[in-house]
Protein backbone atom coordinates (compact mmCIF):
# COMPACT_ATOMS: atom_id res chain seq x y z
CA UNK A 1 0.00 0.00 0.00
CA UNK A 2 1.34 3.24 -1.08
CA UNK A 3 1.00 6.32 1.43
CA UNK A 4 -1.28 7.99 -0.62
CA UNK A 5 -3.85 5.16 -0.64
CA UNK A 6 -2.92 4.78 2.89
CA UNK A 7 -4.37 7.91 4.08
CA UNK A 8 -7.29 7.97 1.50
CA UNK A 9 -7.90 4.66 3.17
CA UNK A 10 -7.74 6.12 6.73
CA UNK A 11 -10.34 8.24 5.93
CA UNK A 12 -12.52 5.99 4.16
CA UNK A 13 -12.38 3.63 7.10
CA UNK A 14 -12.98 6.46 9.46
CA UNK A 15 -16.87 7.27 10.76
CA UNK A 16 -18.58 9.51 8.64
CA UNK A 17 -15.68 8.96 6.15
CA UNK A 18 -14.11 12.24 8.61
CA UNK A 19 -10.89 12.67 9.54
CA UNK A 20 -8.44 15.32 11.38
CA UNK A 21 -5.23 16.06 9.85
CA UNK A 22 -3.72 14.96 13.41
CA UNK A 23 -5.52 11.39 12.71
CA UNK A 24 -2.93 11.29 9.71
CA UNK A 25 -0.14 11.39 11.77
CA UNK A 26 0.02 7.39 11.81
CA UNK A 27 0.63 7.45 8.27
CA UNK A 28 2.64 10.64 7.45
CA UNK A 29 5.60 12.29 8.82
CA UNK A 30 3.81 15.92 7.92
CA UNK A 31 0.21 15.27 7.89
CA UNK A 32 -1.15 18.74 7.25
CA UNK A 33 1.21 19.13 3.89
CA UNK A 34 -0.39 14.88 2.92
CA UNK A 35 -3.85 16.00 3.53
CA UNK A 36 -3.54 18.91 1.11
CA UNK A 37 -1.68 16.72 -1.88
CA UNK A 38 -4.77 13.93 -0.99
CA UNK A 39 -7.37 17.20 -1.61
CA UNK A 40 -5.57 18.07 -4.46
CA UNK A 41 -5.65 14.80 -5.98
CA UNK A 42 -9.38 14.15 -5.48
CA UNK A 43 -9.25 12.12 -2.51
CA UNK A 44 -9.86 14.56 0.02
CA UNK A 45 -12.40 17.34 0.41
CA UNK A 46 -11.70 19.99 3.10
CA UNK A 47 -14.56 21.09 5.41
CA UNK A 48 -13.25 22.70 8.17
CA UNK A 49 -9.61 24.04 9.22
CA UNK A 50 -7.93 20.81 10.14
CA UNK A 51 -10.89 18.52 8.86
CA UNK A 52 -11.29 16.09 5.72
CA UNK A 53 -13.62 13.75 4.53
CA UNK A 54 -12.89 11.07 2.30
CA UNK A 55 -14.43 11.73 -1.11
CA UNK A 56 -17.09 8.68 -2.64
CA UNK A 57 -15.61 7.38 -5.38
CA UNK A 58 -18.64 7.43 -7.98
CA UNK A 59 -18.84 11.23 -7.57
CA UNK A 60 -16.40 14.08 -9.43
CA UNK A 61 -14.20 15.50 -6.17
CA UNK A 62 -14.21 18.69 -8.51
CA UNK A 63 -17.80 19.10 -8.08
CA UNK A 64 -18.77 16.97 -5.13
CA UNK A 65 -19.36 18.28 -1.16
CA UNK A 66 -21.34 16.79 1.31
CA UNK A 67 -24.68 18.27 2.45
CA UNK A 68 -24.30 20.80 5.15
CA UNK A 69 -26.03 18.17 7.44
CA UNK A 70 -23.67 15.71 6.86
CA UNK A 71 -20.66 17.50 6.46
CA UNK A 72 -21.94 18.78 10.01
CA UNK A 73 -22.04 15.05 11.80
CA UNK A 74 -19.12 14.10 10.36
CA UNK A 75 -17.32 17.45 11.98
CA UNK A 76 -18.71 16.58 15.12
CA UNK A 77 -17.66 12.69 15.20
CA UNK A 78 -13.94 13.70 14.32
CA UNK A 79 -13.68 15.61 17.16
CA UNK A 80 -15.84 13.80 19.66
CA UNK A 81 -15.85 10.11 18.73
CA UNK A 82 -18.15 7.79 16.86
CA UNK A 83 -22.46 7.73 17.97
CA UNK A 84 -21.82 11.24 20.22
CA UNK A 85 -22.58 13.57 18.43
CA UNK A 86 -26.19 13.98 18.12
CA UNK A 87 -27.69 16.22 14.58
CA UNK A 88 -30.34 18.46 16.97
CA UNK A 89 -32.69 21.60 16.28
CA UNK A 90 -33.35 22.47 12.69
CA UNK A 91 -30.41 20.54 11.44
CA UNK A 92 -32.50 17.64 12.94
CA UNK A 93 -35.63 18.83 10.90
CA UNK A 94 -33.84 18.93 7.71
CA UNK A 95 -33.02 15.17 8.28
CA UNK A 96 -36.49 14.52 8.69
CA UNK A 97 -37.14 16.29 5.57
CA UNK A 98 -39.51 18.95 7.96
CA UNK A 99 -38.02 21.79 6.69
CA UNK A 100 -37.03 22.46 2.50
CA UNK A 101 -34.96 25.25 2.63
CA UNK A 102 -31.08 24.32 2.87
CA UNK A 103 -29.78 26.21 5.59
CA UNK A 104 -26.41 27.82 6.62
CA UNK A 105 -25.96 26.61 9.85
CA UNK A 106 -25.53 22.80 11.31
CA UNK A 107 -26.40 22.58 15.04
CA UNK A 108 -25.15 19.27 16.52
CA UNK A 109 -25.34 18.52 20.36
CA UNK A 110 -22.01 17.63 21.81
CA UNK A 111 -21.17 16.52 25.22
CA UNK A 112 -19.20 19.81 26.19
CA UNK A 113 -19.35 23.75 24.83
CA UNK A 114 -16.96 24.33 22.10
CA UNK A 115 -16.63 27.55 19.70
CA UNK A 116 -19.01 27.13 16.45
CA UNK A 117 -16.43 25.80 13.18
CA UNK A 118 -16.57 27.85 10.28
CA UNK A 119 -16.81 25.56 7.17
CA UNK A 120 -14.43 25.98 4.25
CA UNK A 121 -16.22 24.67 1.26
CA UNK A 122 -19.05 27.06 1.35
CA UNK A 123 -20.47 29.91 3.55
CA UNK A 124 -21.15 28.00 6.46
CA UNK A 125 -21.02 27.15 9.94
CA UNK A 126 -21.38 24.19 12.45
CA UNK A 127 -22.42 25.18 16.16
CA UNK A 128 -22.02 22.96 18.87
CA UNK A 129 -24.98 22.64 21.56
CA UNK A 130 -23.48 21.39 24.82
CA UNK A 131 -26.10 18.70 26.09
CA UNK A 132 -26.31 15.53 28.18
CA UNK A 133 -26.27 13.97 24.75
CA UNK A 134 -27.38 10.03 26.14
CA UNK A 135 -30.26 11.54 27.47
CA UNK A 136 -31.54 13.35 24.15
CA UNK A 137 -34.40 10.71 22.49
CA UNK A 138 -31.97 9.88 19.36
CA UNK A 139 -32.24 8.23 16.01
CA UNK A 140 -29.90 6.96 13.31
CA UNK A 141 -30.41 8.62 10.30
CA UNK A 142 -28.53 8.38 6.69
CA UNK A 143 -26.50 11.29 5.64
CA UNK A 144 -24.13 11.06 2.20
CA UNK A 145 -21.24 10.27 5.18
CA UNK A 146 -23.02 7.96 6.31
CA UNK A 147 -25.36 6.99 9.55
CA UNK A 148 -25.67 9.57 11.82
CA UNK A 149 -27.72 10.14 15.33
CA UNK A 150 -30.57 12.85 14.77
CA UNK A 151 -32.83 13.92 17.89
CA UNK A 152 -36.22 12.02 17.07
CA UNK A 153 -38.97 14.17 15.56
CA UNK A 154 -40.89 14.46 18.85
CA UNK A 155 -37.05 15.45 20.29
CA UNK A 156 -36.91 17.64 18.25
CA UNK A 157 -40.52 19.54 18.75
CA UNK A 158 -39.66 19.88 21.78
CA UNK A 159 -36.45 21.06 21.02
CA UNK A 160 -36.96 23.73 19.06
CA UNK A 161 -40.69 24.97 20.99
CA UNK A 162 -38.29 25.68 24.26
CA UNK A 163 -36.08 27.40 21.62
CA UNK A 164 -38.41 29.37 20.53
CA UNK A 165 -41.14 30.33 22.88
CA UNK A 166 -42.41 33.19 21.02
CA UNK A 167 -43.15 31.72 17.99
CA UNK A 168 -40.95 34.34 15.97
CA UNK A 169 -38.68 31.48 14.07
CA UNK A 170 -40.41 30.79 10.98
CA UNK A 171 -38.26 28.14 10.12
CA UNK A 172 -38.59 26.19 13.73
CA UNK A 173 -42.40 26.89 13.60
CA UNK A 174 -43.04 25.22 9.63
CA UNK A 175 -40.45 22.64 11.01
CA UNK A 176 -42.72 22.19 14.53
CA UNK A 177 -45.88 21.93 11.76
CA UNK A 178 -44.51 19.23 9.21
CA UNK A 179 -43.58 16.88 12.64
CA UNK A 180 -46.49 17.60 14.66
CA UNK A 181 -48.76 15.03 13.29
CA UNK A 182 -46.17 12.23 13.19
CA UNK A 183 -45.23 12.84 16.52
CA UNK A 184 -46.25 10.22 19.43
CA UNK A 185 -48.20 12.19 22.21
CA UNK A 186 -46.99 9.09 24.61
CA UNK A 187 -43.67 9.73 23.75
CA UNK A 188 -44.16 13.69 24.26
CA UNK A 189 -45.55 13.25 27.43
CA UNK A 190 -42.56 11.00 28.57
CA UNK A 191 -39.96 13.23 27.04
CA UNK A 192 -41.14 16.06 28.70
CA UNK A 193 -41.93 15.01 31.90
CA UNK A 194 -38.13 13.64 31.97
CA UNK A 195 -36.85 16.65 30.42
CA UNK A 196 -38.60 19.19 32.18
CA UNK A 197 -40.02 20.84 29.06
CA UNK A 198 -44.31 20.20 30.32
CA UNK A 199 -44.48 24.25 30.09
CA UNK A 200 -42.97 23.75 26.36
CA UNK A 201 -45.04 20.81 25.60
CA UNK A 202 -48.44 22.48 26.83
CA UNK A 203 -47.88 25.65 24.72
CA UNK A 204 -47.06 23.47 21.60
CA UNK A 205 -50.30 21.76 21.97
CA UNK A 206 -52.00 24.71 22.34
CA UNK A 207 -51.05 26.20 19.58
CA UNK A 208 -52.06 23.87 17.03
Request: with cysteine; net charge positive.
Amino acid sequence: MNAARGGAQLAARAPLRTIRTADLAAVYAHPNQEARALERRGLLHRLSHGVYCAVPAEYDPATWRPTIEAATAGIATALYGDRVPVLTGLTAARVHRALPRSLGVGFVAVPTQRRPVRLVDREGVVRFVARAVADLDAVLVSTDLGPALATTPEQTVLDLGRSDPRGLDLDAQEAIAAMWDGCDAVVLDELADRQRMRSTLVRLRAQR
